[in-house]
């Protein structure tokens, strides 16, 4: 039987290679070309330099990335080295396309690109003005296009051969009475612009954006980086020099030319466009205005978000700092920060502004319900509801209260003899969030520049029964901290950090995995875990059109040092706290990530995992809860989830509850992947991962499973292709992967494409 079940899929796997062969040949386009035309596949462009310029050139790399990014046209898009929206604009211009052909070209289909509408003259134009941009003038620039009658096909080449570039001899201020070029002269920085530097149009623009936020910092409310005039005079060198000089246009409005101060804060902490603005009830606190009907949120709560001040200059960079950190409280919609002139009590040298801060809430109250269609790779599918009231200013100063209540229902089929096992979880959730600092010793919130910490407390029980196992039910609790350092930097921090577990109704099946497992039993055992942990995380991707993007985090969790001090000291261990055994671990986890982002939303994004936990003191083991496992749609996707390690462990059984043992207080992951654009929203991978878990103790139920020195040898490796559709950053993601390495076979018998068998994974989300 088991042959005859080998024999049919391999059958299957042949005509599906056939297939693969085939549809290329089947899907080509040529015979829809006319005659005369050929298909246009893109450009390329050669750079040549003088070998006196390659050591001055250090920009070349990002200079060819720039020339390459004008070359015109762009041809049409292939996908797996076929024309798909090229092939469906063909097949809707038929006689009688029918309606598959016409709805094929609405979503995906593209006009065809020709060679005949390249037009090469034009893109060296663009080409020459680039170079003149960046200081290569009179670069001499050639073209032609190579074409392949046979295969109907033509692409254009380009070669550019640069020219000596002129450089920057002197940088000059010219001077000026009016009091925004002293201001001027204070912050040029010819570190910047300075001698010797290429000729750089873009560098010129920044320069220009750079000295107007200087100047705008100081007051001057008006002024715009329009005002300022470069010029540059190539008549007083015979080499490839100018002098750059800096100076105002003609006609500048005075009012541009000098500084603004604030004169009044006026602040409407309940403001509605359509409602009249009127002072009903006004409070004044450090020289700011709260105006408002009521009292919709406390002033004294409010004022520290606001960083404009009475007396102060007119600074923009503080006017988005308030407006970002009255955002970050979570109650209001809309925040709008207008300023009016009062001429009235202006003077030659200085004027005053008005400040109006508008606050548009949000619902104070609002309700949402949300259900999941839940699919896991270890072939466990069910619904998901959870249920979320949240209200938004719970005290009148930004407290944002939300109560979550969730109901789950998981069953497992086409998984051999445990089809119909199944799952059931219930959960309810509290959080408090304050948008200040909550503690004894008393902090400031002026500390702070750019966020104010956050203050979260959360309870919340949780139970899970699993059928013909057992019942778990957890409660935990936490308070702590969260700070935004600056754009890219979060701090989280919780000093308080208890969980509660209780195992119960345990079946004798699963009374006979923890025998056959003392270990295991042992972390099931631990039922008080208190601690605290601290979490810091750098995110670059929020800049997502960087080449370059980096992401780190970083997350400490230590348990059971305070408690420890508090115990019952018998003598016996483990020892307890008010009667519950207690956990004494140390754990410590990073995960970095790096996406090169490339051409025409192509990205290439490389992720590392590493990971350990040391039980010490009360602990011989780390609680189950907090182990370290592999295999999933967020991890090595060629393997079920938690079905890979630890080290080289196989399961003796496929009976569905050898997860448990699937465990480690170690784990390495390494991932790769290469996206790139299908059509519309649809988003194509290939990717490859490898990782494993392993247990720094030997244990002797795990054989196989300690690690040593010979883990690279052990890492499950797998690789894949998948689809994901990307609505504006909502994904949906499939991926198919087969194992390329078991850790678990003989060592010289390791390296297997499971290709027959591979292992369908969705998912919400990237995975890294």
């Known amino acids: 039987m088991k042959s005859s079940i080998k024999k049919i899929q391999s059958i299957r796997w042949r005509y599906i290679w056939i297939l693969c062969a085939v549809l290329p040949m089947s899907c080509s386009v040529n015979k829809y070309i006319p005659e005369g035309e050929m298909l246009f596949t893109g450009s390329d462009i050669e ?9 001055k050139t250090r920009d070349f790399g990002a200079l060819q990335t720039e020339l390459e990014e004008v070359l015109r046209p ?12 090229l092939r469906a604009h063909y097949k809707s211009q038929r006689e009688k396309p029918g309606f598959i052909n016409k709805l094929l070209n609405k979503k995906i289909g593209e006009e065809p690109v020709y060679a005949s509408g390249a037009d090469l003259s034009r893109t060296e134009t663009i080409l020459r003005n680039r170079l003149e941009n960046r200081g290569f003038f009179y670069s001499d620039i050639q073209s032609n296009m190579v074409e392949n009658e046979e295969k109907k096909r033509a692409n254009a080449h380009y070669v550019v051969n640069l020219k000596e570039p002129y450089t920057l001899g002197r940088y000059i201020v010219d001077p000026d009475s009016a009091l925004v070029i ?7 920085r010819k570190w910047i612009i300075r001698p010797g530097m ?23 409310y008006n002024f715009n980086s329009d005002f300022l005039l470069f010029e540059a005079d190539t008549n007083q060198y015979k080499e490839k020099k100018f002098d750059l000089f800096l100076r105002l246009k003609k006609d500048v409005p005075e009012r541009a030319k000098v500084p603004y101060r604030i004169e009044s804060v006026n602040v409407y902490p309940n403001y509605v466009l359509e409602s009249d603005t009127n002072a009903i009830d006004t409070v004044k606190i450090n020289n700011r205005n709260y105006i408002q009907s009521g009292t919709f949120f406390k002033p004294y709560r409010l004022d520290p978000f606001i960083q404009i001040a009475k007396g102060e200059y007119y600074n923009p960079d503080i006017s988005r700092s308030t407006s970002r950190r009255l ?17 009235s009590i202006a003077t030659d040298s200085i004027r005053y502004l008005a400040t109006n801060i508008y606050l548009s809430p949000l619902n104070k109250r609002a309700i ?10 270890n072939n466990f599918i069910g619904p998901n509801l959870a249920l979320t009231l949240s209200n938004r200013n719970f005290f009148k100063g930004g407290e944002i209260l939300s109560i979550t209540a969730s109901a789950g229902y998981e069953l497992q089929v086409a998984n051999g003899d445990n089809t119909g096992m199944n799952s059931l979880q219930l959960g309810l959730k509290g959080d408090l969030i304050f948008p200040r600092v909550l503690s004894p010793i008393r902090i400031r919130e002026n500390w702070f520049k750019y966020a104010i910490p956050k203050t979260k407390i959360s309870m919340g029980v949780d139970y899970l029964r699993r059928s013909e196992l057992y019942s778990l039910a957890t409660i935990s609790a936490t308070f702590g901290y969260i700070w935004d350092s600056n754009r890219y930097v979060t701090h989280e921090f919780n000093p308080v950090s208890l969980n509660y577990v209780n195992l119960s109704e345990t079946t004798a099946e ?5 025998d056959d497992n003392p270990f ?4 099931f055992d631990q039922k008080f875990i208190p601690g605290l942990t601290y979490s810091f995380t750098y995110n670059g991707m929020v800049d997502q059109y960087k080449r370059h993007q980096f992401f780190f985090n970083s997350t400490v969790d230590v348990a059971g040092n305070l408690i420890d001090l508090f115990s019952e000291r018998d003598g016996a261990r483990p020892r307890s706290f008010l009667g519950l055994e207690y956990s004494q671990f140390a754990k410590v986890d990073m995960d970095i990530r790096y996406h090169l982002r490339l051409r025409r939303d192509r990205k290439f994004a490389a992720r590392l995992f590493a990971g350990i936990g040391v039980p010490y003191g009360n602990s011989d083991i780390m609680p189950y809860s907090k182990l370290y496992f592999a295999g999933g749609p967020y991890s090595v996707r060629a393997f079920h989830i938690r079905s890979l390690g630890p080290g080289t462990f196989k399961p003796k059984d496929n009976s569905g509850t050898t997860y448990f043992d699937q465990t480690g207080n170690l784990r390495l992951e390494l991932n790769a992947e290469y996206r790139f654009p299908l059509f519309s929203y649809l988003k194509g991978a290939v990717f490859a991962d490898a990782g494993n878990v392993w247990n720094t103790n030997e244990n002797e139920a795990l054989p196989g499973g300690k690690f040593t020195g010979n883990f690279l040898k052990e890492l499950g490796v797998g690789a894949g292709v998948g689809m994901r559709v990307d609505v504006q950053g909502f994904v949906i993601r499939l991926d198919l992967a087969a194992p390329l390495r078991k850790p678990w076979l003989p060592e010289d018998e390791r390296w297997d494409f499971d290709y027959k068998n591979p292992i369908l994974n969705f998912a919400i989300g990237y995975p890294f």
Do not use: C
């Open 74 to 85: 762009t041809p049409n898009s292939k996908v797996f080295g076929m024309y798909w929206g």
């Open 510 to 514: 699963f009374e006979q995995i923890l």
């Open 327 to 343: 955002t970050s409280i979570g109650t209001y919609k809309f925040v709008d920060i207008r300023y009016e002139e009062l001429d």
């Open 182 to 188: 002293k201001e001027i002269e204070k912050n040029i």
């Open 368 to 377: 949402r319900a949300e259900l999941q269609g839940v699919m896991k790779s």
């Open 198 to 220: 290429r000729f750089d149009l873009d560098a010129l623009t920044a320069e220009r954006e750079r000295l107007d936020n200087a100047v705008k910092s100081k007051g001057y």
């Open 47 to 55: 750079v040549n330099m003088p070998d006196s310029l390659k050591k």
């Open 520 to 523: 295991l039993r042992n972390s």
